[in-house]
């Protein structure tokens, strides 16, 4: 029996928050093969690079189970935008009156915590897309996301262990070279949140060579030398 996660929940939160934090109840259980977990893949696209004042413009995410990519379970959200920079508009391709359906800022993060749940996150350099979600939450429920994490770069780091030398680019591009993967939807925050999954299984794969085979070994911030 695991011990319960003490939080209180506030009655007044909407539902869909109140359903998150539900989730985490109990206290997740990571000692379990890594070939036996749940993760969530995830991308962000914005109209800038500082979390505090810049806009989501998209979300796409894929879930990973037993160790597989589940493209049927997937999440592709678009934003309105009430204002936007032009100057990201040519990497991105999402224009503020594009033809994409896009949806509220509310409904975005409606969805995407009905998405990942309690699943640990996963992303390349998912420190800025956790940072940019959890301002954007902050504006309805004054709270953030609890699930653990896990970042691409970090782990390519942890696998190149002292061949990993500083100034080394560790570019989404840059490693789907190395390990050939195609990338034929780059810029696009699905397509990038699928290129990333494919990332992820590569290098747990080869981490799991060395002793990686937990969730704990995995979550641990360390190389493997």
Known sequence: MFGLFKRKINEALPDCWK?????????????IPITESKFVVLDVESNGLDPKKDKILSIGAVRINNNKIDTSNSLEIFLNQSEFNPEAAPIHGILKN???????????MRKLVEFINSDIIVGHSIVFDIAIINETIKKYVNDKLLNKSLDTVLLYKRFKG????????????VLCDEFKIPKSDRHNAAGDALITAILFLKLISRLKQRGVINLSDLLKNKRLL
């Open 162 to 173: 002292g061949d990993f030398k500083v100034g080394d680019s560790t570019s989404l591009d």
């Open 98 to 108: 594009g033809k994409t359906e896009k949806i509220s800022e509310q409904d975005a």
């Open 19 to 31: 359903e998150y934090l539900a989730n985490f109840s109990e206290k997740q259980n990571l000692n």
